[in-house]
């Protein structure tokens, strides 16, 4: 158990700052992003010449220092040794926060470890800006970022992306966006809603709107260009895995009941053991209620 007190005097030790950018559009910087970077004493950037043209834009001169996914193990304990030192470090990704499918996370967590304050800003993030313009609910939501590269893994991660309740986002290549959806129609239903956002806050920026079967038409048709966010809409049914058969030596009421208990509504509950069963759905609903029907 620790705790961090981000603006107390740490005793000369410096601070680590992450610093989100803009994801196409720089006046998307904000002010104390701006003013952070010109304080600190040095700049953990994932491609200096990308970041150079950032700093150039709003003249800030700190000095920088690559730090990318091939030289992490190098730079980190380095970091560590100027920070226990007294110099604040900021670090920046090309675009967007650090640490969401850019590099980060591994410096964060060996600060921490070594009780260094880590203070986050806040600032441009393409999943949280795509989803609040999808029209589709965006909470709960489930953030994955970029699907593996081999097939197999793809059509695994999308078979259980499909069967989650959330709004699911994703990043991908314009390369692969096709790709993507028809490989997603694999494994769920083709009215299924989902948005393909591209060259978000840019001049071009696009929103593509429609069902699994549309978008898949739509990818097909054009030539896509920019880097995109994918959205799926939410499995309107939950579904719960069995890992054993227990369930299916429960009475049914008794099985609805342990769906309810792990999260299911009971109407989506009555119709899954409807469905397992191989029952009508009413006589699942009337043993749920204890209701004794009758015939004439």
């Not at 969401?100 to 304050?117: F, N, R, T, W």
């Not at 259980?160 to 694999?186: D, M």
Request: one cysteine or more.
């Amino acid at each position: 158990m620790e705790t961090q007190q981000s603006f107390a005097d740490h005793a000369g030790i410096g601070t680590l700052y992450l610093v989100p950018t803009p994801i196409g559009n720089l006046q998307d910087m904000t002010y104390r992003a701006v003013a952070t970077l010109n304080e600190v004493d040095l700049i953990a950037a994932e491609d200096t010449r990308n970041t150079q043209k950032l700093l150039n834009h709003f003249e800030i001169t700190t000095k920088q220092i690559s730090f990318h996914e091939h030289n992490t193990q190098e730079r980190i304990p380095q970091f560590i040794e100027k920070l226990q030192a007294g110099t604040n470090l900021a670090q920046v990704s090309d675009a967007g926060m650090p640490s969401i499918s850019d590099p980060g996370k591994e410096l964060v967590a060996a600060c921490i470890q070594a009780s260094i304050p880590v203070v986050p800003l806040p600032g441009a993030n393409a999943g949280l800006t795509a989803l609040i313009a999808s029209g589709l609910v965006p909470q709960p939501f489930y953030f994955y970022g970029f699907l593996p590269r081999k097939k197999s893994e793809q059509k695994n991660d999308l078979e259980q992306l499909a069967q989650r309740h959330e709004t699911v986002i994703l990043y991908e290549s314009p390369f692969r966006v096709a790709k993507t959806l028809t490989l997603l129609a694999t494994v769920c239903e083709g009215s299924r809603q989902v948005v393909a956002c591209r060259e978000l806050t840019k001049r071009y920026e696009e929103f593509a709107r429609g069902t699994l079967t549309e978008m898949i038409a739509w990818s097909q048709d054009h030539q896509l260009k920019g880097e995109f966010v994918l959205l799926i809409s939410g499995n309107p049914e939950e579904t719960v895995t069995e890992t054993t058969d227990e369930l299916a030596q429960l009475p049914i009421k008794a099985q609805v009941e342990a769906l309810i208990a792990a999260g299911n509504k009971p109407n989506v509950a009555i119709k899954m053991i409807a469905k397992r069963r191989e029952l009508a759905r009413q006589t699942v609903y009337n043993e749920f209620h204890d209701l004794d029907v009758k015939e004439d």
